[in-house]
């Protein structure tokens, strides 16, 4: 089977968004041994569309469409390949009522407009949007199935993992069952990760081995093939045990889990409660913390003490302390830490200060970070970073590393 | 003149990168008068590249390559398009001269591989690459123009910028310059806006309006075209104006602007000092003021109260008060603010509650919240919200309509 990816947007030929759906959906059919042998991007044209699409259909099996199935003017791509492939639009009733309920909660007015959001083509699998409020569809003409998915990606790619690869897997009759276990690093980069476990990399075939860095974590992610999900995970679990051999200290979660869920459950789960003092981070890492459902009985909260005299004030800070050691100190961080769990009377006390950039702050360089925790009555443990990104990246990946220190030192309770 | 962009590369295909070159290209051109058609991803494979040019050559007059220059035998991009147009390949003196003394430079063995690098088309125009090793060239072939680029954004992005425009420049002796002002949006929908000024946009072609929608707003880009910067711009400012007209008060920046750097700006120019209190959004507000360089001058901290306890504990908010009222009340959200202002000593006080989901919250259905602001003296204005979305899309909206709230606040002031 072979697939072409079909993107709708004169956004994207402004150049002012760029394609990441094409290669998010790229990798999940390589993941299920779909090939694609082209990715193409046209604009909200119907006369250019149809052109693309009498091109596409001679050598692809599958097409996928992502955009134009919102509700302005600009958004053609049903009707375009409606007209194409002989079929009619009709109004889906499930779609609809979703989208009058997303206009009742929200308490907006539903324009005419958004009714066309409803309209699929006649006897089309309907693929829910779970996100957002154009469903998806999937239909067969002429032996080429037509698969059209929204634009944001926020709405496509949960409706990709979740409706079209079942679909997929169901259309191309493949009966092998295809099983991923994703480990999750953080503190370690890419190429340093790819370096050290080289030789097992270099011998895996089932399962494969696919390291990949994504903003918050780098990951890797073994996918074996057996004839039962029980055998191709049966493959994974000796490789997973030779990686954790060589970098398991870097390794912080598995799958689906990122730092402040896993941060968040090793709290919930063991009823500690905690309080962060922030500096540099302004409350990133309370409020990564706080992504988590059900942190409201371990999260206190804490405070933001963005400069010299808040920390002094609102803290008690010692000031003797700020003028010997700095506010970039790791003084500094246990101090933040011990102050702020003793105010809120918490088990576990966190501290973040540093110099985020442009500029050097209290003497230390840019990218300099102190993190300090504390647990119970045990002294507190502190953590220095140096870190090389602009102001707001070295801002989040500060709250992330104080996540990650956390994980380690919970772990170890 | 019309481009279409050829991106060569089967990791692209296999979705182990995003093809950020050709928004990279397309809003370059964009920015010149060329307009671009289409884009086109195509793997290492010679036949389906030559299938690609074929089609390409008969609907654009300018076709840009990325990738497939290197030294391996993946890249085959050159012999590919030299095949197609009928040219050889001559070695480059110039080019060979810098390959061999990069690898001098860098105390590595040159192997005849890298040779290939140095090759290009006879005649051609070669483009000079000054970060890496494989040049870029141009040449002409029965009125359509075939310029090749490396595939690495950093080799790419300066080649184009220094080579490729002023190549491009004199090909269309376009005198014409291009100008763009973004208005940008936030507390109305993208469908909503576009109903709200159809008449405007209907009878729009210079300037153009092109509404889009990202994750943090939702922008209207006007681009006019004219003999120069000032003629263009001086399309855009009635058409601006008939905009701001209708739907203004939703408009909060223009250009990069961002609600964070706005709202900063708005602080730090006046010298206003500001604290918060957060319930539900646990610190997102500060962090996303914490943004903006230099906001330390007017953001002096303030609290995350996470549960009922802390928020009586820490901020003396009145237990009488949220037992008549309740943790998500317009009266919270005000004594937040006023409490958080006085322990701060700020000019502004900025206070923060709701039900972010996924459960109800103190009697309360996911996704009210509800907003104070007070300004020195004044009685506090409150805000209330009905979002609907996720735990965290309700969490990041409620911060931003904060900033939001905020902005409009300090622009009366």
């Known amino acids: 089977m072979k697939a072409e990816i079909i993107a709708v947007g004169s956004e994207l030929l402004l150049g002012q968004i760029t394609n990441t759906n094409a290669k998010f959906i790229s990798s999940k059919l390589a993941g299920i041994g779909i090939d694609v042998y082209y990715q193409t991007v046209v604009g909200d044209n119907p006369a ?18 992502t955009g134009g199935l919102g509700p302005t003017k600009d958004d053609m791509t049903k009707e375009t390949i409606s007209k194409h492939i002989d079929t009619t639009l009709v109004s889906d009733k499930e779609a609809l009522r979703y989208i009058q309920q997303y206009f009742e909660r929200s308490g907006r007015v539903m324009t005419d407009n958004n009714k066309k959001q409803a309209l699929v083509f006649k006897g089309a699998t ?12 999937a239909v067969e003409h002429e032996g080429v199935r037509y698969i059209l998915l929204p634009g944001p990606p926020h709405e496509m790619e949960p409706m990709f993992r979740d409706e079209v690869i079942p679909y997929l897997l169901g259309a191309t009759g493949n ?12 503190g370690i980069g890419e190429a340093e990760l790819e370096f050290r476990i080289q030789s097992i990399l270099e011998k ?21 093939k ?3 999900a029980d055998e191709a995970l049966q493959l994974i679990t000796p490789v997973e045990a030779e990686i954790r051999a060589v970098v398991g200290e870097f390794i912080f979660g598995i799958d689906d889990e990122t730092l402040s869920s896993k941060a968040a459950k090793l709290l919930i789960q063991n009823g500690w409660t905690i309080a962060a003092a922030e500096s540099l981070t302004a409350g990133l890492f309370m409020a990564e913390l706080a992504n988590e459902p059900g942190i409201g009985s371990s999260l206190a909260g804490g405070m933001v003490v963005y400069n010299e005299q808040m920390k002094i004030a609102q803290l008690d800070i010692d000031h003797t302390l700020l003028d010997e050691f700095g506010i970039v100190s790791e003084e500094c961080a246990a101090a933040l830490a011990v102050n ?3 105010k809120f009377g918490t088990d576990i006390g966190v501290g973040l200060t540093g110099a985020a950039g442009p500029s050097p ?13 504390c647990f119970k009555e045990e002294e507190p443990v502190t953590y220095k970073l140096l870190l090389s990104g602009s102001r707001n990246a070295n801002r989040l990946r500060a709250a992330r590393f104080a996540l990650y220190y956390l994980i380690q030192q919970l772990d170890e309770k």
Do not use: C
């Open 361 to 373: 702050h209290d003497g230390e360089p840019v990218g300099t970070v102190w993190i300090g925790i």
């Open 340 to 342: 702020i769990q003793r």
């Open 48 to 65: 250019r569309l149809d052109e693309v699409i009498d091109i596409a259909r001679k050598r692809a099996d599958i097409l996928i469409f």
């Open 175 to 186: 009966k092998d069952v295809i099983t991923s276990r994703v480990l999750k690093f953080y």
């Open 126 to 137: 309907v693929l829910a949007n779970r996100k957002g409020m154009a469903p998806g569809m």
């Open 226 to 228: 057996g004839r039962s």
């Open 204 to 224: 895996q075939t089932n399962p494969t081995i696919a390291p990949l860095a994504t903003a918050d974590a780098v990951t890797l992610r073994l996918t074996a």
